[in-house]
């Protein structure tokens, strides 16, 4: 998988050209057409455009790529809203990755949805895609993979980071794919599924790498040779309360609870943690174990 990742990255970079710049314009304007055509004509004007596997196979292949432009909401409002939001997480991974890799990671996911449709249809015979709504929502993965503390506002008030939506977009997803295997219904379980693995085909390294990290910094802070900054201040702070004081000097025995306007320091040249009086610092004979 990280073999296929940075394989992506180097066709990316060795290609900046390739692909469709603004590639989220046309598909917003193709939904918004389409949605036009499907309000004054009806849905038998533009059905033509869904990916069915019984016209696909009487030659109609065009629609093994025209159901992305497929709307998928019939409320006007709704369709406006996700639109813009898909929009706007197209184009910000466009100016992120560059053309040719945003166009890469949205083409690959609408070949792996209609490959999806392809088996499925050789297997059952029927086999029926309207809309690029699984495509989008694994946009919205990478969006919240690379801004997850970028804040939208839920049901217009609630403000809400995006990497909680994407987890109650991941349980979503869940639910999709177990309703899907009861009812039997391989196509809606294997699509979820299909746009998670084109998510994690791309993001594999940073999630592989995000594992790395937090494995070693939790065998790091569990190691005996680390020292727990906050157990020591309250295990220093606990036998302070003990011997009621904080600094004594090694040579005479004052403390600072004793003497309050006393300083007190510590002796760089003794070996050990050994603290003297303001009288002493420079006066005493240096620990040497």
Request: proline share 3%.
């Amino acid at each position: 998988m990280r073999k296929l990742n940075e394989a992506v990255d180097r066709f990316a970079y060795q290609h900046p050209r390739f692909g469709v710049p603004n590639l989220m314009r046309v598909i917003v304007a193709g939904n918004i057409v389409v949605y036009l055509l499907m309000m004054f004509a009806g849905y038998e004007a533009v059905s033509f455009l869904a990916f069915d596997w019984q016209a696909i196979t009487h030659g109609e292949i065009w629609r093994l790529v025209t159901f992305i432009f497929m709307p998928d909401a019939s409320s006007p409002l709704w369709l406006a809203i996700s639109l813009y939001l898909y929009y706007m997480i197209g184009t910000t991974l466009e100016r992120e990755w560059g053309t040719a890799k945003f166009n890469l990671y949205y083409l690959s996911g609408v070949l792996l949805t209609a490959v999806t449709g392809v088996i499925i249809g050789l297997a059952s015979g029927n086999a029926w895609i309207s809309g690029s709504d699984y495509v989008n929502l694994s946009m919205f993965f990478a969006f919240a993979m690379l801004y997850p503390d970028t804040q939208f506002l839920l049901f217009f008030i609630i403000p809400v980071k995006v990497k909680w939506l994407a987890l109650i977009d991941g349980a979503f997803f869940a639910l999709a794919v177990l309703s899907s295997l009861f009812r039997m219904y391989w196509l809606g379980a294997l699509l979820p599924v299909i746009a998670l693995l084109n998510f994690f085909v791309f993001f594999w390294t940073n999630i592989s790498d995000e594992i790395a990290y937090r494995r070693g910094r939790a065998r790091h802070q569990t190691s005996h040779q680390t020292i727990q900054f906050k157990a020591a201040v309250k295990q220093q702070k606990k036998k302070e309360a003990e011997r009621g004081y904080r600094h004594k000097c090694a040579v005479c025995g004052r403390t600072d609870t004793d003497y309050p306007d006393l300083e007190f320091r510590y002796c760089s040249r003794c070996a050990g943690y050994h603290c003297f009086c303001q009288d002493h610092i420079f006066d005493h004979v240096h620990f040497t174990e």
